[in-house]
C-alpha cells in the first residue's frame, strides 16, 4: 500500500498543470542543470521561428542552454519574458508571452513582441517547444538578431 501512496505522489508532482509550466521556465533561470533536468528532457527540441543568427531548431538540452546563454549574451541578459497566460490540453501546454530586450551594446535596438509557445510534455517534462510571432513581430524578431 505504501508504494501505491508514494507512485501517485510522484505521478501527481509530474502532472501537467499551469505551475509545472512555470516552474520549468523559473528552473532554466538558476543555471543548476539537476534541477533543469527534472523538467526537460535530455532529448528535447526546440524550434526558434524567423530567418536569423538564433533561429532554427536547438535538438538536446545542452543545445537548447546553449541557445539560452546566447541570448542572455547578445542582449546584455536584458532578455525578459513576461507571462499574459497558460493553457493546457492533453499533453501540450502554450504559454502566451510578452518578450522585451535589447541588443548588447545597443540599448536603442530593442525588441518589443507577442510570442506563443507551444511545449509538448512527457512524464513531466518538456520533450518539444516550438515559439510562435504574430503581426510585424515576426519582422522585428529577425531584424533584432540580425
Known sequence: M?????????????RLTEERVRQAYDVLGTGDKQRIQEYWAEDMAWLVPGSNQISGWKRGLDEFLAFMDK??????????MSWERVL??????????????????????????????VLRWRDGKVVEGKGAIFGDGTAQFDKFWS
Not at 2 to 14: C, D, Y
Open 2 to 14: 505504501r508504494s501505491g501512496i508514494a507512485t501517485s505522489e510522484r505521478q501527481r508532482s509530474l
Open 71 to 80: 541570448v542572455a549574451y547578445l542582449t546584455d541578459n536584458s532578455f525578459q
Open 88 to 117: 493546457i490540453t492533453g499533453d501540450y501546454s502554450a504559454d502566451i508571452r510578452h518578450n522585451t530586450g535589447h541588443r548588447a551594446g545597443d540599448e536603442n535596438k530593442r525588441l518589443d513582441i507577442d510570442v506563443v509557445h
